[in-house]
């Protein structure tokens, strides 16, 4: 009911409200968190390496983290942040509605989303794709074997789009159960009610670690879907998307610049023409977005490169480890690029 | 002179001025209603999002684990409707059924003069009234999968059904040739039975003496039915659920989601009909119970026949409430994977289309529509039964 409740809100809100005007920055979404002091991030109620609290409401993850670097560039503080959760249903409703300021929760990046939706993508954090899950005692080895499994996922994403894809598109029969919460979905596959547990690879290692006995399960070759996860903005404030999206294009150029939050000091006294640009030595880059022009060193010695994120949230520095693979820079065989700042 | 009587103002006339003032503000209310949704349209539009029920027309392009009919990636969002709506009724129904029966055996049972069983409802009630639904459904989920097998291993009823944490698998009866020429003679026969039977009341009431009900419900329930089945060739055939692979094939599921759903809703809804039904019984005078066991009227007769249909016209009215309340709260049915109505299309399409306004408003129109049926059904029943003033 909570979840029909802020839908009707929303639907409310957006039955009321005008279209916001923008005012001094040019970006009425930017003007906003100035004026409360802090930024208002939507995230999930729970992933492993992408946003997950601990016992103490303390929040982790790179999602997270790209959050406290927009915080920073801003305010110069990572924890000018308030992150509130949201279940992959609940989500679009509560970014349209106005509840933060923008959605960073592992979502892919689909045309539905960017266009009928009515929100803006600001750029790729994690190219990923939808696997699945199985007890490896049961012999699978591949998905091509599913036929007439039941499989457990969560409700409101695109896994339960993908799957319906893959399954007939091979010709092969399954049930897919689909579970409000990531929580009940993952105890009902360990239960045994489900053969195999789908969703974005990344969410499978995570999951993997929830069960009780984590080694009896494998991930399955397969992806079967593309899923560019990203951080998404409600259309319609284009300089706020552009601010977002720059944040996560300065990490991405400070990696390949090789500036980290332990160097970005010396840094600054780089003569690499690149460097000075992107610091704010050189050019107004950072007050031509209503930032200062040192947003992108706040935002490194705070949060460091988009390396450094990756590395102690779902890197070899966590508990997931998973492997840069497609989420290398270009340069490094990976996908990951960002355009200049000049 | 003559005084010419005093003329009131119109707006001293109480009916007037109330028609007025209500005619105003339903005015209001239907402006401010269209002011929304044109604000609404108008909203959407600038932010380039899609409006309209255009939408219910197209692929859903997502499976539903559970559907009364035809259902697949490739049906409408309009399908996925009638399968929610379908699913939330199928609990609805089996809910209030189960809930009814043990509420009023709960209710009764309280009163009863045995002090255990009168403790143990009392503390069935307190119990589970006070433990939130939610709980209830993942207790009822996951306390039923672990001790459940796996299909490979399923527990075998008569070699026609299967129980395993895939659920109960029963045969499917289908009908063939002829099986609707039979269904046609039974529903004649049944009628002709109940026809009967008010007939042989009538007369008893009459003349003392009633119809020989014992050859006629011999007759219309067992020997022409029988007949009719062989005549048409026993029109029936049982679809027995195999396993092939990973699960059970053909026959009928009945999902674990399902079962956790309305055991749920149904023991947790009783513990209220079992205080409806209790105060309900309290609220009839003791004077009838009491003169009723003067004539002699066993227990069980004096409740069956004086207590209940007086204490009745006390708990029906709450107990549409309960039914309500039930239906509304089927809605939690996608914490455990239950395709209901709200997690179908409420939650999966809304998801899918983002067309929240027009979902929503669907929803609950037939949300509303299912209450406004079962009060109506349940005030015709209450009609009839309210105490005939002869
Ligand atoms: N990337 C997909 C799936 C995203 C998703 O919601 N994944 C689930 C399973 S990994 C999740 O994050 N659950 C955590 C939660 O609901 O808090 C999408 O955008 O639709």
Not at chain 1, 279 to 306: C, K, P, Q
Not at chain 2, 165 to 188: D, K, M, Q, T, Y
Not at chain 2, 244 to 253: D, E, L, P, V
Request: proline share 4%; net charge neutral; aromatic share 10%.
């Amino acid at each position: 009911m909570r979840f029909v409740l802020s839908v009707f809100l929303g639907a409310l809100a957006l039955a009321v409200v005008a279209s916001p005007a923008s005012a001094q920055s040019g970006s009425a979404t930017l003007d906003a968190v100035k004026a409360r002091g802090y930024l208002m991030c939507g995230v999930s109620d729970g992933l492993a390496g992408f946003s997950n609290p601990d016992a103490q409401g303390n929040w982790s993850g790179l999602d997270v983290d790209f959050c406290r670097a927009i915080a920073a560039a801003i305010f110069d503080d990572p924890n000018a942040v308030r992150f509130t959760p949201s279940t992959a249903k609940e989500r679009f409703t509560a970014l349209q509605s106005g509840e933060f300021d923008l959605l960073s929760r592992n979502t892919t990046w689909t045309m539905q989303r960017d266009i009928a939706l009515g929100f803006t993508f600001a750029g790729i954090i994690y190219y990923d794709g939808q696997g699945f899950i199985v007890r490896g005692a049961e012999g699978t080895t591949s998905a091509l074997q599913l036929n007439g499994a039941t499989v457990c996922t969560q409700s409101g994403t695109t896994t339960e789009l993908n799957i319906a894809d893959y399954f007939t598109a091979n010709n092969m029969t399954y049930e897919l159960l689909t579970f409000e919460k990531e929580a009940e979905a993952l105890q009902a596959y360990d239960e045994g009610r489900c053969d195999a547990y789908t969703t974005d690879q990344s969410g499978l290692y995570a999951a993997r670690l929830e069960m009780r006995n984590a080694d009896e399960h494998i991930i399955l070759p397969e992806i079967i879907s593309k899923e560019p996860l990203g951080p998404l903005v409600r259309q319609g404030d284009d300089r706020w998307a552009d601010i977002v999206r720059w944040v996560l294009f300065a990490q991405i150029n400070a990696e390949e610049l090789g500036v980290t939050s332990a160097n970005v000091g010396e840094m600054t006294g780089s003569s690499n023409p690149e460097i000075r640009r992107l610091l704010g030595v050189e050019g107004e880059f950072g007050a031509s977005m209503g930032l200062t022009n040192d947003w992108a060193v706040r935002i490194i010695r705070h949060m460091g490169n988009y390396g450094e994120m990756f590395e102690r949230n779902v890197g070899e520095g966590s508990i997931l480890k998973i492997a840069r693979g497609i989420n290398a820079l270009w340069s490094k065989g990976g996908l990951q690029y960002a355009p200049p700042v000049r | 002179m003559a005084m010419s009587p005093k003329r009131e103002p119109i707006w001293a006339d109480a009916r007037l001025r109330g028609f007025v003032l209500q005619a105003l503000f339903l005015a209001a209310v239907v402006a401010l209603l269209a002011m929304f949704a044109l604000n609404a349209a108008e909203n959407l539009r600038a932010l380039n999002r899609a409006s309209g029920f255009g939408f219910l027309d197209q692929v859903a392009g997502f499976d539903i684990a559970f559907h009364l009919i035809d259902y697949g990636r490739a049906s409408t969002f309009l399908d996925a409707l009638w399968v929610g709506l379908l699913n939330t009724l199928l609990v609805a129904v089996i809910g209030i059924v189960l809930a009814t029966v043990l509420g009023f055996l709960l209710g009764i049972g309280q009163l009863s003069s045995n002090w255990l069983v009168a403790k143990l409802a009392t503390a069935y009630i307190e119990f589970v009234r006070n433990v939130p639904l939610l709980l209830q459904i993942f207790f009822w989920y996951f306390s039923m999968m672990s001790p459940l097998p796996r299909p490979q291993s399923a527990i075998e009823i008569g070699g026609v059904a299967f129980l395993s944490n895939r659920g109960l698998f029963v045969p499917r009866i289908e009908g063939v040739e002829g099986s609707g020429l039979f269904l046609i003679v039974l529903a004649a026969c049944v009628s002709a039975f109940f026809l009967l039977r008010r007939l042989s009341h009538k007369r008893r009431e009459r003349t003392g003496t009633p119809l020989p009900m014992l050859p006629i419900s011999l007759g219309l329930l067992a020997i022409v039915p029988a007949a009719a089945f062989f005549l048409t060739g026993v029109p029936f055939t049982a679809d027995i659920p195999v396993l092939a692979g990973r699960n059970f094939t053909g026959g009928m599921a009945i999902t674990p989601e399902l079962i956790a759903l309305v055991l749920a809703l149904s023991l947790y809804t009783a513990s209220y009909i079992g205080e409806i039904v209790r105060s309900g019984i309290e609220g009839v005078p003791k004077g009838q119970a009491e003169a009723s066991a003067a004539l002699g009227l066993s227990r069980g007769q004096r409740l069956r026949l004086v207590i209940i249909p007086q204490a009745m016209r006390i708990i029906i009215p709450p107990l549409t409430s309960q039914y309500l309340n039930l239906t509304k709260n089927s809605s939690l049915a996608a914490a455990i994977a239950f395709p209901d109505l709200v997690h179908v299309f409420a939650g999966t399409a809304l998801n899918q289309t983002g067309q929240a306004i027009e979902i929503l408003a669907i929803t609950m129109i037939i949300y509303l529509a299912i209450s406004l049926l079962t009060s109506l059904a349940m005030n015709v029943y209450n009609a009839r039964i309210q105490l005939k003033e002869r």
